[in-house]
């Protein structure tokens, strides 16, 4: 290669490093940036990344935190934007002044703060059996459904849900890396598609014809369950998981209940595939 061409690729490589480090500072620090807005007092402000074309959230852990502020009946607002909580994770909370992340521990904190038990009528064998079946949701069968959707039909995700192609190639790489990390990566699609229908299987068999995951009433943990098992019912685009979530009837029947119930105004809370902006 000649030296006036070393000497162009050069530049123009360290043009777009230089480019793309400015992007990316820029970036962290709108994502790090709080809200400086004034809130009521009492008043629960969830940040979310927005809202989905056929749910109310882009993810299911903001379904199933906000399904929880409903089931308890905590006032709150919703800010929809980018600014992400100090550990980098979506949905997160402001409460009086005090910012929390991961929604587990945003659920323990306004339980302790507000004297809210929405377990109080089960016994702790239910309460155990309920929290077994909400951590194989969140910590096995979400990573299935993550890897469906940002790994094996990453494209079509991005265009349903309006992501640009280059934050999905990011999305893409970071679940590969984190399902690996966490071993349900290193398997097949065919494996990880095994993997998650008999964790459908064994939450439908366990279901039964009950209309809640205990019974006749909900529990904390249907807010889990509604948030994993509602997206994926409502926002899978026709993937491999849609089928096999809708081959279970009574966990379609589960996340209409849920939406009936605790989601009156759930066409208010979502885009409509993109044709309308939500309201709420």
Not at 46 to 59: C, D, K, M, N
Not at 103 to 117: A, H, M, Q, V, W
Not at 191 to 201: A, G, R, S, T
Request: with cysteine; proline share 4%.
């Amino acid at each position: 290669m000649e030296s006036d061409d070393v000497l162009f690729w050069s530049k123009a490589t360290g043009t777009f490093l230089v480019s793309s480090a400015l992007l990316y500072i820029a970036w962290k620090k709108m994502k790090s940036k709080a809200s400086n807005k004034e809130h009521p007092p009492d008043t629960v402000i969830v940040h979310h990344l927005g809202r989905g074309p056929y749910a109310p959230s882009l993810t299911p852990y903001g379904i199933k935190l906000e399904t929880y502020l409903r089931m308890a009946k905590i006032p709150y607002k919703n800010e929809h934007g980018s600014a992400s909580s100090k550990k980098g994770k979506y949905p997160w909370i402001e409460y009086n002044g005090e910012c929390l992340s991961d929604t587990e521990f945003c659920i323990e904190f306004l339980n302790d703060k507000r004297g809210i038990d929405l377990d109080r009528d089960f016994t702790v064998m239910e309460r155990g059996t309920a929290r077994a079946f909400q951590k194989m949701l969140e910590e096995n069968t979400y990573w299935a459904f993550a890897l469906d959707r940002w790994v094996y039909n990453v494209w079509e995700a991005c265009k349903a849900m309006k992501v640009p192609s280059l934050a999905g190639y990011y999305v893409r790489r970071q679940v590969r890396n984190n399902t690996y990390a966490h071993g349900i990566g290193r398997h097949s699609s065919d494996e990880v598609y095994h993997i998650m229908e008999l964790d459908l299987k064994a939450l439908s068999d366990f279901l039964g014809n009950k209309k809640f995951l205990l019974g006749d009433k909900p529990c904390q943990a249907d807010c889990s369950v509604f948030g994993i098992i509602g997206n994926a019912y409502w926002q899978s685009f026709g993937s491999p998981v849609e089928s096999a979530v809708k081959k279970c009837r009574n966990l379609c029947d589960y996340c209409e209940r849920m939406k009936q119930t605790f989601w009156p105004d759930w066409d208010e809370c979502i885009t409509h595939g993109h044709t309308k902006e939500a309201t709420k």
